[in-house]
């Protein structure tokens, strides 16, 4: 008995030796089409926990730079720490990893509401409703929801006029196509609830998200796809045909969070071919507020007007304090569960690192991305645009 326990302790040491060496760097070691396993992000964590990366992440000073502000952050900082620079990480790791967690740890209890439990589906932001707008009797969403911020910035957008006016005429009949739409737990809110007769197509290039998306919410309405290198991206084209689809969405999708750039451009151009003439382009994020000024410069270059225009930077604040209970118990939920934690002097510090990380991707309060919709550097917005006739 003793010796197969030494030869499997044998195996699992040379397992992760294998996968320290090939995936220690969880920033950058995994694609698209990744989809992890629990012992995988276990081993994963564990490596990452002994490599010089977490010293490296530690140390970092992010730089946020735009036409007339810039801005330093420590990542070690109390607060507004937690940052790290857009080259230093690939979105596809980031990404396979988030969702592969958010899968394994399953059903979580909210603190201080016996009975609700929910699993974490929603990456987004959100907004808190500030303004008696953003409850729209169109987008119904409980306070006791523990992730009602997120689906109230995707109902936002029916608070357009214009398109209530389009949804009117068609009796609600639209064809819908989100990019970039994670887990699809938004795309499943607005078919459900908001846009109720419409036929939705969610997007996302992450495979883990897409199988997420599936278990969960496709049905009839919702088709959930994966393009694994991304919309207009090495000829990511959305599987629609030419001016056949009325509205398409992103919501805190991970584009222009720099400048409207070659990728921005290749994405709105696949949404101006699959829109009818007169279809929307709804778009709503947290990004810098010069990006914000590039899109409305660049979008009306290539057939789009802006409709309507909505600053909900303080609503999205409010919505990170209110959601700070949450957050918390997921990053209680994460250090419970990963083992690398525990190791004797690496896993306190690599759990402070990896959980920083975290919250600072969730705009967590006390994190740098936090701090930037404070002070205004981003700008948490929600836009309609229309496709010329």
């Given at each position: 008995m003793r010796a197969v326990t030494i030869g499997v302790l044998?195996?699992?040491?040379a397992a992760f030796v294998k996968w320290a060496s090939d995936s220690s760097d969880i920033l950058n070691g995994f694609t698209s089409h990744t989809k992890l396993s629990d012992w995988q992000i276990q081993l994963g964590v564990g490596a990452f926990c002994v490599s010089p990366l977490v010293s490296k992440v530690a140390n970092t000073k992010e730089h946020s730079a735009t036409e007339n502000t810039t801005y330093e952050y420590d990542f070690g900082a109390e607060y507004?720490?937690?940052?790290?620079?857009?080259g230093e990480y690939d979105k596809a790791s980031i990404y396979a990893i988030l969702y592969a967690m958010y899968d394994h740890l399953g059903q979580i209890k909210m603190p201080g509401?016996?009975?609700?439990?929910?699993e974490f589906t929603f990456n987004t932001w959100g907004i808190a409703p500030i303004a008696p707008a953003t409850t729209h009797a169109g987008n119904p969403v409980k306070e006791t929801d523990p992730q009602r911020h997120g689906k109230n910035s995707y109902g936002y957008f029916v608070?357009?006029?214009e398109l209530q006016k389009r949804l009117a005429s068609v009796d609600g009949k639209v064809s819908i196509v989100e990019i970039g739409c994670g887990t699809g737990a938004?795309?499943?809110?607005l078919s459900k609830n908001v846009f109720t007769k419409s036929q939705y197509m969610a997007i996302d290039m992450q495979a883990g998200a897409i199988d997420s998306c599936n278990r969960l919410h496709a049905s009839d309405r919702l088709k959930c796809v994966h393009i694994p290198t991304g919309v207009g991206n090495e000829g990511g084209a959305v599987p629609q045909a030419d001016n056949s689809v009325d509205i398409v969405i992103i919501l805190e999708t991970h584009i222009a969070e720099q400048q409207i750039g070659p990728e921005e451009k290749a994405i709105f151009a696949e949404i101006t071919r699959i829109l009818k003439p007169g279809g929307y382009f709804l778009w709503g994020n947290a990004l810098p507020t010069d990006v914000w000024y590039q899109a409305e410069a660049y979008l009306p270059t290539i057939g789009f007007e802006t409709v309507n225009r909505w600053n909900n930077t303080k609503e999205g604040v409010l919505a990170r304090d209110e959601d700070a209970p949450r957050v918390a118990t997921i990053m209680n939920a994460i250090d419970e569960h990963y083992m690398a934690f525990k190791i004797p002097y690496f896993g306190a510090t690599c759990s402070q690192v990896l959980l920083k990380l975290v919250r600072n991707f969730y705009r967590d309060k006390g994190t740098a991305m936090y701090d930037k919709m404070v002070v205004g550097y981003d700008s948490y917005m929600?836009?309609?645009?229309q496709l010329a006739k």
């Amino acid at each position: 008995m003793r010796a197969v326990t030494i030869g499997v302790l044998l195996v699992l040491c040379a397992a992760f030796v294998k996968w320290a060496s090939d995936s220690s760097d969880i920033l950058n070691g995994f694609t698209s089409h990744t989809k992890l396993s629990d012992w995988q992000i276990q081993l994963g964590v564990g490596a990452f926990c002994v490599s010089p990366l977490v010293s490296k992440v530690a140390n970092t000073k992010e730089h946020s730079a735009t036409e007339n502000t810039t801005y330093e952050y420590d990542f070690g900082a109390e607060y507004g720490g937690g940052g790290i620079n857009e080259g230093e990480y690939d979105k596809a790791s980031i990404y396979a990893i988030l969702y592969a967690m958010y899968d394994h740890l399953g059903q979580i209890k909210m603190p201080g509401q016996k009975d609700t439990t929910f699993e974490f589906t929603f990456n987004t932001w959100g907004i808190a409703p500030i303004a008696p707008a953003t409850t729209h009797a169109g987008n119904p969403v409980k306070e006791t929801d523990p992730q009602r911020h997120g689906k109230n910035s995707y109902g936002y957008f029916v608070n357009s006029p214009e398109l209530q006016k389009r949804l009117a005429s068609v009796d609600g009949k639209v064809s819908i196509v989100e990019i970039g739409c994670g887990t699809g737990a938004g795309a499943n809110h607005l078919s459900k609830n908001v846009f109720t007769k419409s036929q939705y197509m969610a997007i996302d290039m992450q495979a883990g998200a897409i199988d997420s998306c599936n278990r969960l919410h496709a049905s009839d309405r919702l088709k959930c796809v994966h393009i694994p290198t991304g919309v207009g991206n090495e000829g990511g084209a959305v599987p629609q045909a030419d001016n056949s689809v009325d509205i398409v969405i992103i919501l805190e999708t991970h584009i222009a969070e720099q400048q409207i750039g070659p990728e921005e451009k290749a994405i709105f151009a696949e949404i101006t071919r699959i829109l009818k003439p007169g279809g929307y382009f709804l778009w709503g994020n947290a990004l810098p507020t010069d990006v914000w000024y590039q899109a409305e410069a660049y979008l009306p270059t290539i057939g789009f007007e802006t409709v309507n225009r909505w600053n909900n930077t303080k609503e999205g604040v409010l919505a990170r304090d209110e959601d700070a209970p949450r957050v918390a118990t997921i990053m209680n939920a994460i250090d419970e569960h990963y083992m690398a934690f525990k190791i004797p002097y690496f896993g306190a510090t690599c759990s402070q690192v990896l959980l920083k990380l975290v919250r600072n991707f969730y705009r967590d309060k006390g994190t740098a991305m936090y701090d930037k919709m404070v002070v205004g550097y981003d700008s948490y917005m929600h836009y309609v645009f229309q496709l010329a006739k």
